[in-house]
């Protein structure tokens, strides 16, 4: 015979209402908010309760008061958050700190960072033949299949990234009328401009397939004159798109790390709109006052067209930079910036490739600055 089981009755009553999160407690920036709102709130809420306990313990004439009118050799009650001191307890104070003020961690190996602009392409075979050449000298290089020395080889090896930086395209009547490229590539049009961005993918195609390529726009490129510079499509690239995140399309300005070292830079407007100001200085001296004004772009949008921001400006500094870098210049020139508190920051003038045939590479354990001539008869290094 199955005995049942009669349970005991309870009265139920559930006090849970206070830890649901209601619709007065969600705002459009409610997670904007710091916490001070919250620990605000709960020294208000418990302060009855401990002025109460405080006045049993050490007697009823004991008022609390502010630290800032606290007296020497005088009792006094203060009421307030404690905060035990937890060494390994995280903190936004101590990371911000240390983020302004220290290095990242050596480097183990050598590992370096090519910038290359100015490729200004015509569209005309001719034109680029030249050109043509030096860039396939250049994707030979990078894909280890001219004979080098034991030196270079290594550096090959050791190349981690590649930066593009802009003006791409050539700014002739042709290249001014890129638009007309771009829906080319999106309709059954005839357009020679089209040839542009053709020698760029095919280009950019060999060398992403081996070796994480960025590519930024720049005067004249098939992107927003405004700054800054949004990515170039990627309809643009159709080959070289073939290899996803091997070709990062990316803005003018650009900011990224490697291995900690924070990059930074630009693909040269600001540094020529401020020559027009400044003649005699060279770009090294502009590069430092641009990190002295905290400022990537101090003539937008007075004499550069910018996006009309309304709360933000995204071209001041707000992350210290190892490399600081404007391409697109006359020739190639360095200079390291030291800082009292140990920090350093290299100032990096990139050429234009047209101009210069040449590359940089940046060792990003030392910050040395290594350039590369390219040319039809022969393959310079210099450092």
């Not at 809420?45 to 800032?68: D, F, V, Y």
């Not at 890129?178 to 401009?193: D, S, W």
């Not at 004499?303 to 006359?330: K, Y």
């Not at 350093?344 to 490739?353: H, K, N, Y």
Request: proline share 5%; hydrophobic share 40%.
């Amino acid at each position: 015979m199955v005995r049942r089981c009669r349970r005991r009755s309870v009265q139920y009553a559930s006090f849970c209402d206070g830890f649901l999160i209601r619709g007065k407690d969600i705002e459009a920036e409610c997670f904007h908010r710091q916490y001070f709102h919250f620990y605000r709130a709960r020294v208000k809420l418990l302060q009855q309760r401990i002025l109460r306990n405080a006045k049993q313990l050490l007697g009823e004439t004991l008022e609390p008061s502010r630290l800032t009118g606290a007296k020497k050799e005088h009792t006094v009650l203060v009421i307030g958050t404690i905060a035990k001191r937890v060494k390994l307890r995280p903190s936004v104070l101590r990371d911000l700190a240390e983020e302004q003020l220290i290095l990242p961690q050596p480097i183990a190996e050598n590992k370096y960072v090519m910038f290359v602009s100015g490729f200004s392409f015509t569209g005309q075979t001719e034109k680029d033949a030249q050109k043509l050449v030096a860039l396939d000298l250049l994707q030979k290089w990078l894909c280890g299949s001219l004979s080098v020395s034991p030196k270079e080889r290594g550096i090959v090896e050791r190349l981690v990234r590649l930066v593009v930086a802009g003006e791409s395209v050539a700014i002739t009547d042709q290249g001014r009328e890129f638009t007309t490229a771009a829906r080319y590539l999106i309709k059954n049009e005839e357009c020679p401009n089209v040839e542009c961005a053709a020698h760029m993918d095919k280009f950019l195609s060999k060398i992403s397939s081996m070796l994480e390529v960025d590519v930024m726009p720049g005067l004249g490129d098939p992107s927003t004159h405004l700054m800054p510079q949004q990515p170039i499509h990627r309809a643009v690239f159709p080959k070289s798109s073939q290899h996803g995140k091997m070709l990062n399309l990316v803005t003018n300005p650009y900011h990224f790390s490697l291995d900690g070292v924070h990059i930074m830079g630009t693909s040269g407007e600001s540094l020529s709109d401020l020559r027009r100001f400044a003649k005699e200085a060279n770009s090294v001296d502009l590069l430092r006052k641009i990190l002295d004004w905290q400022h990537l772009a101090p003539t937008v949008p007075d004499t550069i067209d910018g996006f009309p921001f309304a709360e933000r400006d995204p071209f001041i500094i707000e992350t210290f930079p190892h490399i600081l870098f404007a391409a697109n210049q006359s020739e190639v020139s360095h200079a390291i910036a030291d800082f009292e508190d140990g920090r350093r920051t290299l100032l990096l003038s990139v050429p234009s490739f047209t101009k210069s045939s040449s590359v940089v590479l940046v060792n990003l354990r030392t910050l040395e600055v290594i350039e590369h001539k390219f040319s039809v008869d022969k393959l310079v290094c210099d450092s």
